[in-house]
């Protein structure tokens, strides 16, 4: 069974920097890409990062790019997201997610993509 881990999410301040980190178990972790994404309330599933299984392709979504790092070590099982320069409107639950199967055609920047998910962790930013 594959299981998502979330944890480093917390209260901050404006400015802050957090460190967000994704523990997966339960499957052949180096295969498959991986994903972020956040969810405010009232608000859809949005985008955040997506980093492939070599760590050979990364993409960033528009509301953190140039703020926001997604990495990854294989070895360890571990997907990671580091944030710079947060903002209020960067409060969110922050979820990491990876498919059941995946090609290159998959859309991995869609949430509709994704199979497995963590049950999030709260990122909250105060100004």
């Known amino acids: 069974q594959v299981q998502l881990v979330e944890s480093g999410g917390g209260l901050v301040q404006a400015g802050d920097s957090l460190r967000l980190s994704c523990a997966v178990s339960?499957?052949?972790?180096?295969?498959?890409?991986m994903g972020w994404f956040r969810q405010a309330p009232g608000k859809e599933r949005e985008f955040v990062a997506t980093?492939?299984?070599?760590?050979?392709?990364?993409v960033y979504g528009d509301s953190m790019k140039g703020r926001v790092t997604i990495s990854r070590d294989n070895a360890k099982k571990m997907v990671y997201l580091q944030m710079n320069d947060l903002r209020p409107e960067d409060t969110a639950v922050y979820y990491c997610?990876?498919?059941?199967?995946?090609?290159?055609?998959?859309?991995?920047?869609?949430?509709?993509?994704?199979?497995?998910w963590g049950q999030g962790t709260q990122v909250t930013v105060s100004s």
């Open positions: 980093i492939s299984g070599s760590a050979g392709v990364i």
């Open positions: 997610a990876t498919p059941w199967s995946w090609n290159s055609g998959t859309p991995l920047t869609s949430a509709g993509s994704y199979d497995y």
């Open positions: 339960g499957r052949t972790f180096n295969y498959y890409p």
